[in-house]
């Protein structure tokens, strides 16, 4: 009895140390570790990518407005034909560009030192994945320029 326990022992021993010793199935183990942070790496990425890109075609879209208000003579001044241009000029979809408020101001004494200000509020900037930015984003962005003097 002895006997056969000392060989299964030794069996067992002899089994683990060639489990410890085989290298199959160990490039898959490590492919699997370093391909996650990878992954989280690559969308983190593409978040920030599709955010700085949407605040940036915001920014835009809200120069433009501003730029047009800027231009369009006192007399034809009307806010709401800026607040649609400022809209438009958002390259998207229509469901896109009704989000958020456009506010235009004026400043300044008419005719000397007039400011035009055009700022878009409340506008969703969504992550794909939350890997990065783990809840939606609700932007402003305002753009001031001095009006033209004839």
Do not use: C, H
């Not at 067992?12 to 490039?27: C, I, Q, S, V, Y």
Request: charged share 20%; proline share 2%; glycine share 6%.
């Amino acid at each position: 009895m002895a006997m056969a326990l000392t060989r299964s022992r030794a069996g067992a021993r002899a089994l683990a140390n060639a489990f410890a010793r085989d290298e199959r199935g160990a490039t898959m183990v490590e492919f699997s570790i370093v391909s996650m942070v990878v992954f989280v790496l690559m969308f983190g990425a593409m978040d920030w990518s599709r955010y700085f890109y949407n605040r940036a075609r915001l920014a835009n879209a809200v120069r433009r407005g501003a730029l047009y208000a800027a231009t369009v003579p006192s007399v034809d001044f009307d806010s709401a034909t800026i607040v649609t241009k400022t809209r438009a000029s958002l390259l998207g979809s229509a469901t896109e560009q009704a989000q958020g408020t456009v506010a235009v101001t004026m400043t300044g004494a008419e005719g000397t030192d007039e400011r035009v200000q055009v700022i878009w509020s409340g506008f969703p900037l969504t992550a794909a994945t939350k890997l990065v930015m783990k809840a939606n984003k609700v932007d402003s962005v305002t753009a001031e320029f001095r009006r033209e003097q004839p």
